[in-house]
């Protein structure tokens, strides 16, 4: 059984800095793409952030590009989202996602085979 676990979340001042972290257990012999969403209250979940299984490829969206850093410990089965810069529209409850048996990138949810339960990021203006 897969399990993500989402820490690092808090309530940060607008240009703040937070560095969240997703750490995976269970099935840790395979190969998985990582990736990052987020659903601000009364709205969808949307993409944020996504690396593939090596790291060396990685995928944003258009309103966090510049400003957040995905990366990954394999060895550490962990994934990371440096977030610079926050706003306060960046306030949200945030997921990981892994999708297994993938080398690329991926952006759409339904892709994704398993999911954490999130973490709350609230920045004030």
């Known amino acids: 059984q897969v399990q993500l676990v989402e820490s690092g979340g808090g309530l940060v001042q607008a240009g703040g800095s937070l560095r969240l972290s997703c750490a995976l257990s269970g099935r840790t012999s395979s190969t998985y793409a990582m990736g990052w969403f987020r659903q601000a209250p009364g709205k969808e979940r949307e993409f944020v952030a996504a690396i593939n299984w090596s790291g060396g490829r990685t995928y944003y969206a258009d309103s966090v590009k510049g400003r957040f850093t995905i990366s990954r410990d394999n060895p550490q089965n962990t994934v990371y989202l440096q977030m610079n810069n926050l706003k306060p529209e960046d306030t949200a409850v945030y997921y990981c996602?892994?999708?297994?048996?993938?080398?690329?990138?991926?952006?759409?949810?339904?892709?994704?085979?398993?999911w954490g339960q999130g973490t709350q990021v609230t920045v004030s203006s």
């Open positions: 996602a892994a999708k297994y048996g993938s080398l690329s990138v991926h952006s759409g949810q339904g892709e994704y085979d398993y």
